[in-house]
């Protein structure tokens, strides 16, 4: 068995956590860079974005044709695919069993395309993070469509031993990492006089006077993050409006990093951890406020829920656990 990943390949990105899965099983996996220029795709030179877009566009379906030819994989699974075409898919499924897990929500203009949409039908089998998009991808014409919850790696989100120099640099009552976004910001507001650090892109949008700006400390993906919660005592999630009852990738991650997690009330998280007990949950700012400020002073009930949200995440949640799903799946085409 030859795995083509294909997708965001950063470290932490879930092409890129996909191959370490299929690595762990054993599975040789190679991994497709299928956005090369998305920097400059995001540049505030309208010419130069749209250069960029249509470069990256062409880079997407052509270079995945030749790498595939290349590489002459099994199976190619791709994460997202908002570049690529009905076109693409035909000729690569000649050869191969090709497979799609969307991070985002494929409804969602501002992360879907014309092109995600017609090539569902496309593909062999459509996996999703939300049971509720499950009818949806149906409608819109998958093949095999299936639920498969995002997880987490053993090697990089662990409990992390950490110096002095580290826990200087990385420590915080609280830690949000994520992208910069409206909503964010409104929810973090009601955090801004805590200890907060905000780690993720395009914070130094906010303007230079904004309470928040101050609490940003920059990017970090991978093993980096992994230290940032280690270092910090409570993690903040919310659960962005296209992702509904379900969850995210921070609801696997930050727990098996050892921290205790603070996220927005939905039905799967609760269903996975129990409410306040293997994670604590708020549906309005002012609880969230209110639970940020009690569990801060509560030293050992966090603590008892770090680790019963650790004790659950590691009950056959790993990204090997989910790529031996897709496997098992494959055997009945």
């Not at 420590?171 to 805590?194: I, K, M, Y």
């Not at 992702?243 to 939905?266: D, Q, W, Y």
Request: overall charge neutral.
């Amino acid at each position: 068995m030859n795995v083509l990943l294909v997708g965001e390949t950063t470290p932490g990105q879930l092409a890129w956590l996909c191959a370490r899965g299929f690595q762990q099983l054993g599975v040789a996996a190679s991994l497709f860079d299928a956005y090369p220029f998305e920097k400059q795709r995001q540049s505030r030179f309208p010419p130069f974005a749209i250069a960029a877009d249509k470069l990256q566009r062409a880079w997407a379906n052509n270079g995945l044709l030749y790498t595939a030819s290349r590489l002459k994989p099994d199976l190619i699974l791709i994460s997202k695919g908002e570049e690529i075409t009905p076109a693409t898919l035909t000729r690569l499924k000649q050869k191969a069993k090709i497979v799609n897990w969307n991070p985002d929500n494929p409804l969602n203009t501002l992360n879907s395309t014309p092109d995600l949409i017609k090539a569902i039908p496309f593909y062999d089998h459509c996996y999703i993070w939300g049971k509720f998009l499950l009818p949806e991808l149906e409608r819109l014409g998958a093949r095999r469509a299936s639920y498969l919850p995002f997880g987490y790696d053993p090697d990089l989100h662990q409990p992390r031993a950490l110096n002095d120099d580290e826990i200087k640099k990385l420590s915080s009552d609280f830690v949000f990492a994520g992208t910069h976004e409206p909503q964010r910001v409104e929810a973090l507001n009601h955090l801004a006089n805590f200890d907060l650090a905000i780690w993720g892109n395009h914070w130094n949008r906010l303007p230079h006077d904004h309470p928040l700006r101050k609490h940003w400390r920059g990017a970090a993906h991978g093993d980096e993050l992994s230290h940032v919660y280690s270092a910090s005592r409570i993690a903040l999630n919310f659960i962005r409006e296209q992702n509904g009852s379900a969850h995210n990738m921070r609801t696997f991650e930050a727990p098996a990093c050892g921290i205790m997690l603070l996220t927005t009330r939905t039905e799967e998280q609760t269903a996975l951890f129990g409410e306040d007990e293997g994670a604590v949950f708020f549906s309005s700012h002012d609880e969230l406020r209110d639970k940020a400020r009690y569990y801060l002073a509560h030293e050992e009930q966090r603590r008892q829920i770090a680790k019963r949200g650790r004790e659950k995440i590691l009950q056959g949640h790993t990204y090997a656990d989910r790529m031996k799903q897709i496997l098992l799946d494959l055997e009945g085409f």
